[in-house]
């Protein structure tokens, strides 16, 4: 264990881990450069692009601008926990049906950030999801499809 270093557990995708992280090391370079989970994506690692997107205890938040330290004892879903298994989960599941996605690269902060923002069911109409998705950029202008996929998810109340 390096001197500067703080034991940190983190529950990843119902998984304990046990690590010794520096304290300046964001949650994202966590996730990817210590646990290999490298599905959540680095964009702007400034808090702009929503990329970098994950659940901490049923929140969406941006790893980028996160601490690891700082989750200390948290549980956190990335983009590999979302699915049940084989099961897709109904946000990829809408995903894939509404042609949400180009190149990939915006997608699992998507589905994440959706995932929370179906948690927090604070949007009630398709203008208020727009706008508490607006944190989350898409550079192919697959914008229209991510709408429709999370308005069929959030309609057909098949979020979990
Ligand atoms: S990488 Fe975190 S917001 Fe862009
Ligand atoms: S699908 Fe390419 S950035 Fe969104």
Redesign the pocket.
Known sequence: METNTHPTILYINNVMYHLDLLPWVSL?DVLREEIHLTGT?????????????IIVDGKRI????TLGVMKNGSEITTIEGIANGDDLHPLQKAFIEHDAFQCGYCTP?QICSAVGLLNEGKAKSREEVQELMS?NLCRCGANRGIINAIMEVKEGGRHE
């Open positions: 994202l994506k680095k964009g702007c690692d400034h808090g702009q692009c929503g990329a970098c997107t941006l790893s980028c601008l902060g944190g």
